[in-house]
Structure formats: structure tokens, C-alpha cells
């Protein structure tokens, strides 16, 4: 009963960690973006939120609906990014979260 009871609190504690590390992995997402031209490079957070915008001093020469569009199309992109790196970090969680194989201690048949 006592190597139940073991494996039961491993496999918990386990799973904590795997929780642990997907929400510091979240934390730690940044999407990031730079036109083919290099006039505009945007970051964003896990939530898709700019935190970033570098303009190069060229995209003076355009109009500003045509800059405006540029940072749009860019965020997008960046939140694109940040949303595979998203899908990684819960991929990895739930990977850690796939029932145990029948006949292990804690898949165990009753």
C-alpha cells in the first residue's frame, strides 16, 4: 500500500511541476515580428499585446495610413508567433497530462 500511496503523490507532484512550468513558459512568451523591408519590428506578449515597436527612420518617406497599415499587418504577425510558442508551452502541459498506460499504479484496473 505504501508504494501506492508513493507513486500517487510522485504522479501528483509531477503534474504540479508540469503546471509550474507551463504558466512560467506563458510568462516568458514573446512574439516578434520585422517587415521583409526592416521599416517596422514589433514585439507582443503571450496576450498578443504590444510591448514593443522599433520604426526605421526611412518610414518617414511613407504616408501615415501606409505606416499605420505596416504596424497592423506586423502585430499580427507577432501575435501569430506568439501564439505558436503558446500552443508549444500547452502542448507540453498536456503532454504531461496523457493518462497512464493500463496496469500502472495509478491507471490501475478495479
Known amino acids: 500500500m505504501s508504494a501506492e ?27 516578434q ?3 521583409d523591408d526592416g521599416l517596422v519590428s514589433v ?4 496576450d498578443g499585446a504590444m510591448v514593443g515597436l522599433a520604426l526605421a527612420e526611412s518610414i518617414t518617406g511613407h504616408t501615415p495610413a501606409d505606416v499605420g497599415q505596416l504596424i497592423i499587418w506586423a502585430c499580427q504577425q507577432a501575435a501569430q508567433d506568439a501564439g505558436r510558442q503558446r500552443s508549444e508551452v500547452v502542448a507540453t502541459l498536456n503532454s504531461a ?3 497512464p498506460a493500463s496496469g500502472s499504479v495509478a491507471g ?3
Open 5 to 31: 500511496m508513493d507513486a500517487l503523490v510522485a504522479n501528483a507532484t509531477e503534474k504540479l511541476e508540469a503546471l509550474e512550468a507551463a504558466l512560467f513558459g506563458l510568462k516568458q512568451v514573446r512574439g
Open 33 to 35: 515580428f520585422t517587415s
Open 43 to 46: 514585439e507582443v506578449d503571450s
Open 97 to 99: 497530462f496523457v493518462a
Open 108 to 110: 490501475r484496473a478495479e
